[in-house]
């Protein structure tokens, strides 16, 4: 009898049968909180009725008509709306199916555009498994380790994480300019540098958010310097931080930006955006794939969009991530073992360290497991699995985030009372 490959290791024992909202149920009938979102992908919650009519219309109609040989309408239509959403200027979209292709092709367009080769990431980034991906990955080793030789050219520059530094966030941004600058004098010349990539939010590195100030900085270094700014939004795009993008926020525009996750709903699809002066340096065949802008995929991106509006769902994301974030900062404070608190929007994260300060993953797998045995689900990150983090779909009220909050305390006094 053939079985799953070991390395789909799962955290938690559930089996799921269905989803509705924010609810996940298991083949047994036992109704989970769903603070997962499949990471980040359920954005309108699971089987949102009008993204199931429309796929499902869509299923009837046509499945896949493969972009390079026949254009169908829900493509057109979706580019014409992600237009809408998008930074003023990105008005040219192309398409693949996750987030790892999607930064595939921004790496590969940076080349073609710029005629330059090096990346600069900072640590901590997570961008993909797929081997270019990976090299811009430094979340966690696992990723990384016995993959060698990775692609060369990938500089890393410090991320300005006041809390791991112990720094102040205007000192965290001060040192990691400093450092980027270093490296730009010493490694990576910008002669030679095509793009710096960076999430809005560090994403599998622990969600740390990326201070306003450091954003600005990119922006003027890629400016001076003539690399593109890559804002990698596969996690933090479609309402996820509380504004539409995670970059908005700090005034910028990027010159690339990568979207997949949340942008329909679960099915698989990923795009990136970029200027026409940018992307007409992509010559026709270098970039895509069969699957590419899948028809059903499409239509369901469509409605994800109508529900995001109709229903308000950025301004929901902001409103219930603060709530969430004072009710994590409450269990924080009872709980030396939690050491930050952080995140934006419905993207937030509590930090389990030990007495002197180090990462404690133990407790935060306990806790994690605690809070699936209470019927709460919760996802931990890399590098060092202590910190646990919340991404529920964007539909999420006031009074699941309550109960949310609820299971969490009692789980991390499950988790920290043996
Ligand atoms: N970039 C970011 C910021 C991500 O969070 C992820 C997935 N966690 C990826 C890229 C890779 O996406 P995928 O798993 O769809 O390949």
Known sequence: MAELSPVLKQAT??????GEGVHIYDEDGRRFLDFTAGIGVTSTGHCHPKVVAAAQEQVGKLIHGQYTTVMHRPLLRLTERLGEVLPQ???RLFYVNSGSEAVEAALRLARQATGRQNAIVFTGSFHG??????ALTTSGTKIRAGFGPLMPGVVVSPFPHAYRLGMSEADAVAHALRELDYQLATTTSPKDTAAVFIEPVLGEGGYVPVPDAFLQGLRERADQHGFLLVTDEVQTGFGRTGTFW?????????????TAKGLASGFPISAIAAPASVMEKAWPGSQGGTYGGNAVACAAALATL??????DLVANSAAQGERLRQGLEKVGSVHPE???VRG????????FVTADGSPDGATAARAQQAAAKN?????????HGNVVRMIPPLVVNGEQVDSALELWAASVEEATSS
């Open 13 to 18: 024992p559930v089996l799921a049968e269905r």
């Open 344 to 351: 934006r929007g419905l993207m937030q994260a509590s930090e």
């Open 338 to 340: 939690i050491g930050d």
């Open 129 to 134: 498994r797929t081997m270019g991906a990976a």
């Open 375 to 383: 019927g709460l689900l919760l996802l931990t990150c890399a590098p």
């Open 89 to 91: 200027g990105l008005d």
């Open 306 to 311: 109508d529900v995001i509006q109709e229903e």
């Open 246 to 258: 995670g970059h908005e926020r700090s005034g910028i525009t990027p010159d690339i930006v990568i």
